[in-house]
């Protein structure tokens, strides 16, 4: 049988768990974790490529497009392109598309891409605000930072981090056919 001060125990542990949830969503609603762009068309955005050349996010309409978020001196960017550049090679003929966005200046993202190229298109983030992470949700800018566009130019997931093969594949596989 439990005593009172080991009910009064329980009871703090589930309260303190409890808030504990409630402080990480509230956390990652203010800091933006993309929660809030989910269901969402994505914002109107026109990014420059290596050449400069525009870019606008509604041109890749019709395709699922994979956002990535990075820049030179982001150590898990650099682990994560290998995959990016695999998922691209194997999806790409099947209508998805992986767009890196540099956050960085244009020279170092050249320079970076030119000591490790991808097979993949680059676009480069606006850095002065509004920023292009902001944009996208990523308020912290945090990076890696990928976005999930659907066929509609809608946001179907966000995430901080480096993406693995299995979430690559996930993200990317054409949805079967009802």
């Known amino acids: 049988m439990m005593t009172r001060a080991s009910w009064l125990i329980l009871a703090l542990a589930v ?7 409630w402080l990480q ?12 762009l989910l269901g969402q068309p994505a914002p109107e955005l026109t990014l420059p490529d290596l050449d400069g050349r525009p870019h606008r996010l509604a041109d890749y309409r019709g395709r699922r497009v994979l956002l990535n978020l ?5 150590a898990p960017c650099l682990k994560e392109m290998p995959a990016l550049a695999a998922a691209q090679a194997k999806f790409g003929d099947r209508g998805a598309i ?14 970076f891409l030119a000591a490790h190229p991808v097979g993949y298109p680059i676009l480069l983030g606006r850095l002065e605000p509004p920023d292009t992470a902001t944009a996208l949700g990523d308020a912290d800018g945090v990076l890696p930072y990928s976005v999930l566009l659907d066929a509609d130019g809608r946001v ?10 299995a979430t690559l594949e996930r993200w990317l596989a054409p ?4």
């Open 156 to 165: 179907r997931a966000a995430r901080r981090g480096t993406l693995d093969a």
């Open 98 to 111: 992986v767009l890196g966005i540099g956050m960085d200046e244009p020279a170092r993202a050249r320079a």
């Open 70 to 74: 990075w820049a030179s001196w982001c």
């Open 25 to 36: 969503r509230r956390s990652a609603q203010l800091h933006g974790d993309g929660a809030a």
């Open 175 to 178: 949805e079967p056919k009802p």
């Open 15 to 21: 309260l303190a768990a409890a808030a504990g949830g």
